[in-house]
């Protein structure tokens, strides 16, 4: 298992719902022995933060910006791209349905199945990205090409499996395509993912065409948008997660944007 990757997640479970605004609701209850105002206070702010985000009708509030910045590309055939990359999104562990073997995950199948399409209507080579951070046996990408092979009936060209993070993939996976002379990919990855995965991708010198799947905003908002459930919880997490991936990808790779 890689220590960054570990690391990482911790620090993101501290930072993201909803473990924070737990944290935040136990510290005011703290606070409110000595400051009862302000402790109480907070632990209320915890409580209906936790709430909103919670709603389809809040994780929406941060999921709809990063999206409409990632529109579904329209005529692939038009992007004048030389190949395709799919980076990968997790896995299942020791799936029981297929013998044991770990498998993409849904997140991950959404991407290939995405990616499987482009390359029926373009006849581009793929690149999968993905290493194995989690300490599985086999990389990300390894997985997914599997999946692509028996599930969508498409090839891989190249496996770029050695990758903990974003920018990794983008490192590696340039240097496989620049060794082969590719210069222009579509990129493959959720909507939410999108923003700073072609940020980074772009600093390596590669051009990118964005070819965003999994939108989960489009939607329109019922009255079902507005009763808590874990799922939104989960959307606002990822939101979070990747406004607060774009700021430090600002910071620490600021001079290559």
Not at 6 to 30: C, D, E, K, V, Y
Not at 106 to 127: K, N
């Amino acid at each position: 298992m890689s220590l960054t990757w570990l690391l990482s997640n911790m620090l993101a479970a501290l930072l993201l719902p909803p473990l924070s605004l737990i944290l935040l609701g136990l510290f005011g209850l703290l606070l409110a022995r000595r400051y009862q105002r302000t402790g109480k206070s907070m632990s209320v702010l915890a409580v209906l933060l936790l709430l909103v985000l919670s709603t389809g009708a809040g994780s929406r509030l941060l999921v709809r910006p990063l999206e409409v910045r990632a529109l579904p590309i329209i005529d692939p055939q038009q992007s004048h791209a030389q190949a395709i990359v799919i980076l990968g999104g997790g896995r299942l562990r020791a799936a029981p349905e297929d013998g044991g073997r770990d498998m993409p995950s849904p997140q991950t199948l959404l991407r290939l199945r995405h990616g499987a399409q482009l390359q029926r209507q373009t006849a581009l080579p793929i690149l999968v990205s993905g290493g194995a951070p989690d300490g599985g046996v086999e990389s990300e990408a390894e997985l997914m090409a599997r999946s692509l092979r028996e599930d969508f009936l498409v090839s891989v060209k190249w496996i770029e499996d050695t990758s903990d993070n974003t920018a990794q993939n983008a490192m590696h996976s340039a240097e496989q395509l620049k060794q082969a002379g590719i210069t222009h990919v579509l990129l493959v990855t959720d909507a939410l993912h999108m923003n700073r995965a072609k940020m980074i991708f772009r600093s390596t010198g590669l051009n990118i065409t964005p070819a965003p799947t999994g939108f989960i905003s489009q939607k329109p908002l019922t009255v079902d948008a507005y009763i808590p459930t874990a799922g939104a919880l989960k959307d606002s997490h990822y939101a979070l997660h990747e406004w607060i991936g774009l700021l430090w990808y600002q910071l620490r790779y600021d001079d290559k944007f």
